[in-house]
């Protein structure tokens, strides 16, 4: 219920920092959860942001509060008001996957999971207020939009005549319409990078095994999918990437990124001067074969020059002849898009099922098949229908239980990070430094996919890379430079990112209409 208390409080580009202010002056976790639970319900029917509301946010907020009266430390995020992808299991809640099969809201059937996956129990450690759960197209299987999603498409907040970005559309736009201090998002081709760079937010696409993907819906779960923040500025991002990373027994790959973790975390090792001196490779044909856009083209030299400001080195295309850009494999019908890796996928989903508990509607791989039959994913105009020549994702629909044959994936994981290690090594690169988009972002209703520059290959690779807003081209549409790095190089890439958008600050709050 709206109070005197929640309705004094400002929730507009509300940060973490603020958010402990706040609470340090007196104002209430209660309080800051109704006025962003308000601002829900004033702008989210417009912006079909969150989809599920947390029925316990009020709850769980009084209970930080009454842990803080007791004396006691609730964790990092006490109180912070934030959102989760609709992927990620939340217990009690269902996990949608975007489509009204999938949604007995929508007509469908719900998948009810028994528990968190690892990542959301974290939020709930770290003291974290889940608001609800957020918008995806239908099996997350866009990287522009959620336009096909059974509870509405997704609007840009901060670009309102602009795709969202996909598939953690609903997350960005949470975000950057302030219906939620921050966000999880999950990619597994653009879906953290894509829909960040489309709203002028900050997200962290981690490196593959850094942070459990254990119960969240997966297109590629034991080769691609990662879990990571979506913020509005780089602070807030790695704080929560502190939260979030680490070894889960319920994800063995994760103790990949044992003894990876920066001594005391990320967000301490933010830096405003960490750009002075680094070497920085740009984008050129040697990392792939597609130029950009003239609009792109003229944001980017800018961005280079604010780059050049900071006293960093460029280095113009370091992997001119490398062979890296001859790697790529895009499927027909993609948009570009190599899908190596979401080979899985049917051996993946049947562990996901599993795994939502004895209750679950639907608990494995073949009573999912059978509850979508009336819109098979798979066949001729699914959503995945670019799977379909690939023998040993036929073979993984075939028999979901047996572990898939990955060896074309893992051929050009190989490939990537051999080629990439040898070019950071030969000129010495501290990162990279690329538009995170090659062609202008699209116009809602276009049917046109956002024109990215990395996507598959930091996918396949597992690399990192982090974007932050680098402002507007001429026509208006958003800018944003991703920072790539070598595996585990989060630290240094947030404070590459943190120097640059104390630098720039290119980041401007929208405002919603509704």
Same mark, same amino acid.
């Given at each position: 219920?709206?109070?005197? /208390? ?37 702008y989210n029917p417009r912006h079909v942001a969150v ?153 962290i696409k981690p490196s593959f095994g850094l942070v ?59 830096? /405003? ?12 044909? %040697? ?14 030299? *800018? ?92 073979? %993984? ?30 000129? *010495? ?12 972002l699209p116009f809602a209703g276009s049917g046109q ?20 807003? /680098? ?44």
């Open positions: 219920m709206t109070t005197a /208390a929640s309705t004094a409080i400002d929730p507009v580009e509300m940060t973490v920092a603020d958010v402990e202010t706040a609470l340090a002056r007196g104002i209430t976790a209660e309080a800051l959860t109704q006025a962003f639970l308000d601002r829900i319900a004033r989809i599920t509301a947390n029925p316990d946010a009020l709850r769980e907020a009084r209970e930080i509060d009454r842990r803080r009266a007791a004396g006691e430390a609730p964790g990092p995020l006490a109180g912070v008001p934030v959102v989760v992808k609709d992927t990620m299991d939340m217990a009690g809640l269902p996990s949608t996957g975007g489509w009204r099969l999938l949604s007995a809201r929508a007509g469908g059937v719900d998948l009810i999971p028994a528990t968190d996956s690892p990542v959301v129990a974290r939020m709930r450690a770290a003291g974290a207020v889940i608001l609800g759960k957020t918008n995806v197209p239908v099996l997350s299987a866009s990287g522009s939009h959620a336009d096909d999603s059974w509870a509405g498409a997704t609007l840009n907040a901060a670009y309102p005549g602009r795709v969202p970005g996909g598939s953690s559309a609903g997350t960005a736009t949470a975000v950057a319409g302030s219906l939620a201090v921050l966000g999880l998002a999950e990619e597994t081709g653009g879906s953290i990078q894509n829909p960040a760079s489309a709203q002028d937010l900050v997200g459990p993907n254990a119960g969240v819906m997966p297109l590629a779960g034991s080769t691609r999918d990662v879990v990571g923040p979506i913020a509005r500025c780089v602070r807030d991002a790695a704080l929560t990437l502190d939260v979030l990373a680490g070894f889960s027994p319920e994800d063995p790959k994760t103790v990949a990124g044992i003894g990876h973790r920066p001594r005391g975390g990320y967000a301490a090792g933010l830096d /405003a001067g960490s750009l002075h001196g680094k070497r920085l490779g740009l984008y050129g044909p %040697g990392w792939r074969s597609q130029a950009l856009s003239p609009g792109t083209a003229v944001a980017y030299r *800018r961005a280079t020059g604010e780059l050049e400001a900071r006293g960093v080195v460029l280095v113009e295309d370091p992997f001119a002849g490398s062979g890296f850009a001859d790697i790529a494999r895009p499927a027909p019908g993609a948009e570009g898009f190599d899908p190596r890796g979401i080979e899985g996928l049917p051996y993946d989903l049947d562990r996901y099922l599993t795994r939502l508990g004895p209750d679950a509607a639907i608990r494995s791989f073949e009573a999912f098949k059978a509850a979508v039959a009336a819109e098979d994913p798979f066949g001729p105009g699914g959503v995945l229908a670019f799977m379909a020549d690939a023998p040993a994702f036929r073979a %993984g629909l075939a028999d979901p239980s047996a572990p898939p044959d990955l060896s074309d994936f893992l051929a050009a994981k190989e490939a990537y990070l051999e080629i990439f290690a040898e070019v950071m090594a030969r000129h *010495r690169l501290d990162g990279l430094a690329v538009p995170q988009m090659r062609g202008e996919a956002i024109q990215e520059t990395a996507v598959s290959e930091i996918n396949i690779a597992g690399l990192p890379g982090v974007t932050v807003p /680098a402002g507007r081209t001429a026509s208006g549409a958003p800018f944003g430079l991703l920072f790539i790095g070598p595996m585990w190089s989060e630290a240094a890439l947030l404070s590459f990112a943190f120097d640059y958008e104390s630098a720039t600050r290119h980041r401007r709050p929208p405002i919603l209409s509704l």
